[in-house]
């Protein structure tokens, strides 16, 4: 979707190195949901990020909501060879209906030894 | 607990065909939503149930496109008669309805391809 652009399309990162993935909206951020997709299977639930300046982190992986600039941004530390797929970024419609997303086009990330 | 579970992981069909997809949700989610993906249009929502009744079908593509959810831990997308343009993966997901328990599950998803 225009609405929700993310940003690289794709990336290459060597083992080791750090990489982010952003997800800008031109409509109002209710609540941003960021999940993980390998082929073949379905998504994965990884953060959802609901208040402006909230920031989460699972293991490696953190993500932050800004509120003002309608963005977010997926932050990997030392990136593993099991951090390889498409990252979804999902934007929550209205604020009653969380679940009823609307998503973005996907980063695919691709981790080389 | 054994996630949301759907039903065939594959399946090929003529066109013309009726095809007939199945979800279970997570036990104790009220939110039952399908969403297909495509290369084209990537993720996108069909339609999307709350304590077994449609709330929004806004996303569904045509009248060949039917979903149904007869109890809690049941639901199906049909599609009658099924076109090479309906070739998708398709995905159901589930939630809770109350508080912060805001984190939708999804399955497998089922690859659909109709020749």
């Known amino acids: 979707s225009q609405e929700l652009e993310q940003s690289p399309q794709s990336l290459i990162v060597q083992e080791g190195k750090n990489l982010t993935i952003n997800c800008t909206s031109s409509?109002?951020?209710?609540?941003l949901y960021w999940y993980k997709q390998k082929y073949g299977e379905g998504l994965i639930f990884l953060m959802m990020?609901?208040?402006?300046?909230e920031e989460k982190s699972h293991e490696k992986i953190t993500a932050k909501l800004d509120e003002k600039k309608q963005q977010s941004s997926l932050h990997i530390t030392a990136s593993q060879p099991s951090h390889a797929g498409i990252y979804l970024c999902?934007?929550?419609?209205?604020?009653?209906?969380?679940?009823?997303?609307?998503f973005g086009a996907g980063t695919q990330v691709v981790v080389t030894p | 607990d054994a996630g949301v579970i759907q039903s065939p992981r594959h399946e090929v069909t003529e066109m013309g065909q009726e095809v007939t997809l199945r979800c279970k949700p997570i036990?104790?989610?009220?939110?039952l939503f399908w969403y297909r993906q495509t290369m084209m249009r990537g993720l996108e929502l069909l339609i999307y149930?709350?304590?077994?009744?449609?709330?929004?079908d806004s996303g569904m593509p045509e009248d060949r496109f039917s979903a149904k959810m007869p109890n809690a831990s049941f639901s199906t997308l049909k599609i009658q008669p099924s076109e090479p343009r309906d070739s998708a993966v398709y995905f159901c997901?589930?939630?809770?309805?109350?508080?912060?328990?805001?984190?939708?599950?999804f399955g497998s998803g089922t690859q659909l391809s109709v020749l």
């Open positions: 997901a589930s939630r809770a309805g109350l508080g912060s328990r805001k984190k939708l599950f």
């Open positions: 409509k109002t951020l209710y609540g």
């Open positions: 990020l609901q208040k402006g300046g």
């Open positions: 999902g934007r929550a419609m209205t604020t009653d209906s969380w679940g009823k997303l609307q």
């Open positions: 036990s104790g989610h009220d939110y």
């Open positions: 149930f709350n304590n077994n009744v449609p709330i929004d």
